[in-house]
C-alpha cells in the first residue's frame, strides 16, 4: 500500500517537472536536487509509517517508570518521557520512586514500587 502512495507521488513529481520545464528553463543540477530531495523524503516517509508505535495502552502492563509525584493512591508517572495518570496497589508511594505497572483501567495505570515485585 505504501509503494503505491510513494509511485503516486513520484508520477505527481514528474509531471510537475515536466510542466514546469516548458516554462522556465531548469537547470539539470535542479531536477536531479528536486528528484534526491523527494527520494529521501519518500523513504523517511515509508520506515515512519512502517515503524509500530513503542509506547500505547496495549503494552503498558510491565513497563518501568518512575511517580512524579506521590501517589496516594493517585498520581503521576513518567515512562520513557510520557506522563501517565496512575494508582498505588496497596501502599502509598512516594515521589521519584521506580514503579512497575501491573494493570490498567481505562486510562489509569495501577502501580506498585519495583523493588516490591523484585523481592517477591
Known amino acids: 500500500?505504501?509503494?503505491?502512495?510513494?509511485l503516486?507521488?513520484?508520477i505527481i513529481l514528474t509531471v510537475v517537472i515536466l510542466i514546469?520545464?516548458?516554462f522556465v528553463h531548469l537547470p539539470v543540477?535542479?531536477?536531479v536536487l528536486i528528484a534526491l530531495l523527494f527520494v529521501g523524503w519518500a523513504f523517511m516517509s515509508y520506515f515512519a509509517i512502517r515503524k509500530s508505535p513503542q509506547l500505547g495502552?496495549?503494552?503498558?502492563?510491565?513497563a518501568t517508570g518512575v511517580t512524579l509525584d506521590s501517589l496516594t493512591p493517585k498520581g503521576t508517572i513518567r515512562i520513557d518521557h510520557e506522563r501517565w495518570a496512575a494508582r498505588a496497589r496497596g501502599d502509598h508511594i512516594g515521589a521519584g520512586v521506580a514503579v512497575l505497572?501491573?494493570?490498567q483501567s481505562g486510562l489509569?495505570?495501577?502501580?506498585v514500587k519495583k523493588e516490591q515485585m523484585e523481592s517477591s
Not at 57 to 62: A, D, H, K, L
Open 1 to 6: 500500500m505504501a509503494a503505491v502512495s510513494l
Open 29 to 31: 543540477w535542479l531536477i
Open 8 to 10: 503516486d507521488d513520484a
Open 108 to 111: 489509569l495505570l495501577t502501580v
Open 101 to 103: 505497572v501491573v494493570g
Open 20 to 22: 514546469l520545464s516548458r
Open 57 to 62: 495502552f496495549e503494552n503498558m502492563v510491565g
